[in-house]
């Protein structure tokens, strides 16, 4: 059972136009929520997080928006670059005593950013 | 930085062989991590160790097994390659501790094909 869904294998957007990403998760125990971005051939790189209690959290061209009743976040890139065009992968964790800081990890959005 | 170092980028392995996968971090951290990547799948967890000597299994473990006789080296041991087990392999790590902000951080991989 996949707790964690991105929906979207692949998005495509115009240069200097929003990209958003979406991701859905089951498991209402989660309470923190990362962005990793993947380069082919390279490690994915931690980009940003959110605590469940927040439900938004911005760094520079990045936005990511938590709903929690609804179980899903997205990230926002604004404005899209070129350079951006990478996997996503979205991942989610249960903190805490006795936490075993495992990540569930969902299946990854290709972006790809047109000049 | 953090620094996550797998020995080697690109390996081919013959059918059979027992192929040793080497991880090592610089940072100090309690919890290692090993996934595969494949297409469409995302990352998958194989094994993880919280400390020197201790070992879970995570969803993947069939045909996988691990090491872990230093903090800073976790090693993942294919027994007999099979060629379902050709994938990019990924290492992570991340501190034990409590803050909630559960980042792990990834080695570049290594991708294993196996003939």
């Known amino acids: 059972d996949q707790q964690v869904k991105q929906n979207s294998p692949s998005l495509s957007v115009q240069e200097g136009r929003i990209s958003i990403l979406n991701c859905d998760y089951t498991?209402?125990?989660?309470?923190?929520f990362l962005w990793y971005k993947k380069y082919p051939a390279e490690g994915p790189t931690f980009l940003i997080s959110?605590?469940?209690?927040?439900d938004k959290n911005e760094d520079g061209r990045f936005t990511v928006f938590l709903n929690k009743s609804a179980k899903h976040l997205s990230l926002h890139i604004v404005p899209s670059q070129p350079g951006d065009s990478a996997v996503y992968f979205c991942?989610?964790?249960?903190?805490?005593?006795?936490?075993?800081?495992?990540?569930?990890f969902g299946t990854g959005t290709l972006l790809a950013v047109q000049p | 930085d953090v620094k996550v170092t797998q020995s080697s980028r690109y390996l081919v392995k013959r059918t059979g062989e027992k192929v040793f996968l080497e991880c090592v971090q610089d940072?100090?951290?309690?919890?290692m991590f090993w996934y595969r990547q494949d297409p469409g799948l995302g990352l998958r967890l194989i094994y993880f160790?919280?400390?020197?000597?201790?070992?879970e299994k995570g969803d993947i473990p069939e045909g996988y097994s691990v090491s872990r006789e230093k903090k800073e080296r976790f090693s993942l041991i294919l027994e007999s390659a099979s060629t379902n087990q050709t994938s990019m392999y990924l290492c992570?790590?991340?501190?034990?501790?409590?803050?909630?902000?559960?980042?792990?951080?990834f080695g570049a991989g290594t991708r294993l094909s196996v003939l």
């Open positions: 992570a790590s991340t501190s034990q501790g409590n803050t909630g902000k559960n980042i792990q951080y």
């Open positions: 498991n209402s125990m989660f309470d923190y």
């Open positions: 959110i605590s469940s209690i927040k």
């Open positions: 991942a989610a964790s249960v903190s805490g005593v006795g936490a075993t800081n495992k990540l569930i």
């Open positions: 940072m100090d951290h309690e919890n």
């Open positions: 160790s919280y400390d020197v000597k201790m070992k």
